[in-house]
């Protein structure tokens, strides 16, 4: 069953022309609206949740946002647990208060932005930001727990190694854990953060999520498939989208793929980051003055060279998601929220452990 609902997903998507998202049957859906809720991790102020925020309602759903304050990419499922959430301070997220600035210092540790009633923001991790969303948000305007969970589109892939690190495709695995259908999404396009107020007209934010529109219609479209669910229970999608050409995104060809090893970022342990190059530019609004000459974490970004002593694990699966990015396509990985090991594997495991475990 999950195999043809799959499958029903990637036809639909591939059909799509350009332009399509403009057609009256994508702007009402045949299915009654869904309870939406978005996070990220980029922050509530991010074009790209925003975009989709649009995009969404536009198509007849309602919709809520709850993200964080900053910029906490490669949170994981970081958690925070019994930290209590104070007002924001001047340090937060380095100069300013908040990633987009309108925020300001002193602002509660969770509120609404300025004038958005439905976009909450949470000065805590993804993780955290979407349970917020569950817990609290969405009781207070669905009263209920939403219908779909979806996290992103974040700046760049999410994809093979990286996703255990990745605080948009844990925000989506918290909500399958709590029973909630969840999509996490990532695009190669846009590839640096801007704020919901530059948006423009024509941005390939408005493109990919169209793309995420058509996928959840579909969804609701094929309920009965599923039975009666937009997604079977404790499962959910991982959705990566390649590089594309302004107006090109709905003709992306549809692949299904397994999560794999193949990445576009190796992180790394390095004694002095600042003869890092990406720790340098990365944190250069962070530290003006210059990167602390301190231990941390980097990353070989975009499969690009990797320092002496470090190699990434092969990986030529044409069929993992990196590589089918590769390949121009959109890959859709299909996810669970527990890391439970597959058959084979568990009876390896086992025939191993035989005199020791039942």
Known sequence: MKKIVMLTIAAALVSVQAGAHESEANRTPSSPPLNILLSNDDGTESSTINALYQRLTAAGHHVIMSSEVCDNSGKGGALDFLRPIGPLSATNCGAAPSRGGSLSAGAPGVGTLPGMPYAYYVNSTPVAATLYGIDIASKQVFRQAPDLVISGPNYGNNTGLIDNNSGTVNAALIAINRGIPAIAVSAELPQTYKPFNK??????????????????????????????????????????????AKGAAAALPVKFSKIGLATVALPYFVEDLSTDPLARSY????????????????????????????????DTNPDSEQNVVNSGAIAISVIQGTPQAGPVQEAIMRAKLINLAR
């Open 199 to 244: 948006l423009a007209a024509g941005d390939p934010e408005y493109e990919v999520a169209d793309v995420v529109v058509r996928l959840v219609k579909e969804l609701q479209q094929r309920k009965a498939v599923a039975g009666g669910t937009l997604l079977p229970q404790g499962v959910g999608l991982n959705v990566n989208l390649p590089k594309f």
């Open 283 to 314: 944190l250069a609004q962070t530290f003006p003055n210059g990167v602390p000459a301190y231990p941390g974490v980097t990353l070989v970004l975009n499969q690009g060279p990797v320092p002496a002593g470090l190699k990434y694990v092969p």
